[in-house]
């Protein structure tokens, strides 16, 4: 593996669209019981539906600590890869390389600095140093060059892209202080357009209310098709979300993409609010002696947290009558994907969701 240090862009590099082909996914076990309620017994139940569930098309890799290795390894299906390694926690989207590609089909990773979602001025967790390597060793396995961008703080979590020259971000989370607070909102676009290939960036105003990653783009739009969205939607006006969503729609609509082409939104409906219980937050350590959540707290729920696999959506599932409204919504998107609901909340009880854990390896040639 080289580690490189010149721009994607320059070298013909861009981000493909998770719709496209996948060579594979990462996602990393879940352990750390301040982050996963009653020892992450539970959580890992749900991981490995998600896993199962993606390994029907892709190649799936699951990395895990020494302590779990020999119970992932036999928890999960053996055409799962289990590789040893050290992270800080779970959250595969966000520490894994962003994975571009150029015209060849060649492929090669970007190694992002992470620094747990704000750093010293509003991070979830402290160290990060495990996780903030998961990049640079993921593309040694893979055996990818990989691009040395650990200056700039990003998760994958935070940008979506349609492959088309289209880059999709918030600004509650790109512009929040925890991330890159020396660069203007020119800096940090440049720095999209020259690592991800992006020739116009939509800046939209929020995420959802209450995400604890400043208002990840991945929880709140995704593309479905070049020129497609769906957006999380709620027509409760009482509900802090939907003026969110409200100005996210209306940006949405006033925006071209790099193609030209107006945006089509599709509206993904949210589920009821999905609150802490007493019980979880019993069940969860405290970390550096202090509660990580409260009762009642609301989460962050929303069915925009999908994974696209080849052949399927991995789906969150709440328990809600809204399940099977964005099951439908999404089956028009994808017709020709399955559509494979899960149920979430103990995922969503970590603080995230499907796609969160999740990080696709672009299908490359090689
Ligand atoms: O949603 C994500 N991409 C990560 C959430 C981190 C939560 C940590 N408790």
Redesign the pocket.
């Given at each position: 593996m080289n580690i490189l240090h010149s721009l994607p862009r320059e070298d013909g590099f861009y981000m493909p669209a998770e719709f496209e082909p996948h060579e594979g996914c990462f996602l990393i076990w879940p352990e750390r019981p301040d982050?996963w309620a009653g020892g992450a017994y539970a959580a890992r139940k749900a991981f490995v539906k998600v896993i199962s569930a993606i390994a029907r098309w892709e190649k799936v890799t699951v990395f895990a600590s020494y302590n779990q290795y020999e119970n992932a390894r036999a928890s999960l299906p053996p055409q799962v890869r289990v590789a040893e390694l050290s992270t800080d926690?779970a959250?595969a989207?966000?520490v894994s390389p962003v994975i571009v590609k150029n015209a060849a089909g060649e492929i090669r990773g970007i190694d992002w600095g992470f620094n747990?979602?704000g750093g010293l001025y509003d991070g979830?967790?402290f160290p990060w140093d495990r996780d903030n390597h998961v990049a640079r060793k993921a593309c040694d396995l893979l055996d990818i060059d990989c691009y040395d961008r650990r200056d700039f703080i990003l998760?994958g979590?935070s940008i979506h892209a349609d492959g088309e020259g289209t880059v999709m971000v918030t600004e509650e989370c790109l512009l929040s202080p925890g991330r890159n607070p020396d660069l203007s909102r020119e800096e940090i676009e440049q720095v999209l357009r020259d690592n991800l290939g992006a020739e116009k960036v939509l800046w939209l105003p929020y995420g959802i209310w209450g995400?604890?990653?400043n208002g990840?783009v991945?929880?709140i739009c995704a593309f479905t098709a070049p020129g497609e969205v769906v957006l999380a939607w709620t027509d409760d006006e009482r509900d802090p979300q939907y003026e969110r969503s409200m100005a996210d729609l209306n940006y949405l609509q006033s925006q071209r993409d790099a193609k030209g082409r107006p945006i089509t939104v599709h509206k993904l409906p949210l589920p009821r609010p999905v609150y802490v219980t007493e019980a979880e937050c019993a069940a969860l350590e405290p970390m550096d002696g202090e509660p990580?959540r409260s009762p009642g707290e609301r989460l962050?729920a929303s069915y925009v947290?999908f994974y696209i696999a080849n052949g399927g959506i991995i789906l969150p599932a709440f328990g809600d009558p809204a399940d099977e409204q964005a099951a439908a919504v999404l089956q028009r998107c994808f017709p020709g994907r399955e559509i494979v609901p899960i149920p979430a909340r103990d995922i969503l009880t970590?603080?995230?969701?499907i796609?969160?854990i999740t990080s696709q390896v672009p299908k490359g040639n090689r």
């Amino acid at each position: 593996m080289n580690i490189l240090h010149s721009l994607p862009r320059e070298d013909g590099f861009y981000m493909p669209a998770e719709f496209e082909p996948h060579e594979g996914c990462f996602l990393i076990w879940p352990e750390r019981p301040d982050s996963w309620a009653g020892g992450a017994y539970a959580a890992r139940k749900a991981f490995v539906k998600v896993i199962s569930a993606i390994a029907r098309w892709e190649k799936v890799t699951v990395f895990a600590s020494y302590n779990q290795y020999e119970n992932a390894r036999a928890s999960l299906p053996p055409q799962v890869r289990v590789a040893e390694l050290s992270t800080d926690d779970a959250w595969a989207r966000d520490v894994s390389p962003v994975i571009v590609k150029n015209a060849a089909g060649e492929i090669r990773g970007i190694d992002w600095g992470f620094n747990a979602w704000g750093g010293l001025y509003d991070g979830l967790y402290f160290p990060w140093d495990r996780d903030n390597h998961v990049a640079r060793k993921a593309c040694d396995l893979l055996d990818i060059d990989c691009y040395d961008r650990r200056d700039f703080i990003l998760e994958g979590g935070s940008i979506h892209a349609d492959g088309e020259g289209t880059v999709m971000v918030t600004e509650e989370c790109l512009l929040s202080p925890g991330r890159n607070p020396d660069l203007s909102r020119e800096e940090i676009e440049q720095v999209l357009r020259d690592n991800l290939g992006a020739e116009k960036v939509l800046w939209l105003p929020y995420g959802i209310w209450g995400d604890e990653t400043n208002g990840h783009v991945d929880n709140i739009c995704a593309f479905t098709a070049p020129g497609e969205v769906v957006l999380a939607w709620t027509d409760d006006e009482r509900d802090p979300q939907y003026e969110r969503s409200m100005a996210d729609l209306n940006y949405l609509q006033s925006q071209r993409d790099a193609k030209g082409r107006p945006i089509t939104v599709h509206k993904l409906p949210l589920p009821r609010p999905v609150y802490v219980t007493e019980a979880e937050c019993a069940a969860l350590e405290p970390m550096d002696g202090e509660p990580t959540r409260s009762p009642g707290e609301r989460l962050a729920a929303s069915y925009v947290n999908f994974y696209i696999a080849n052949g399927g959506i991995i789906l969150p599932a709440f328990g809600d009558p809204a399940d099977e409204q964005a099951a439908a919504v999404l089956q028009r998107c994808f017709p020709g994907r399955e559509i494979v609901p899960i149920p979430a909340r103990d995922i969503l009880t970590g603080g995230g969701n499907i796609h969160c854990i999740t990080s696709q390896v672009p299908k490359g040639n090689r």
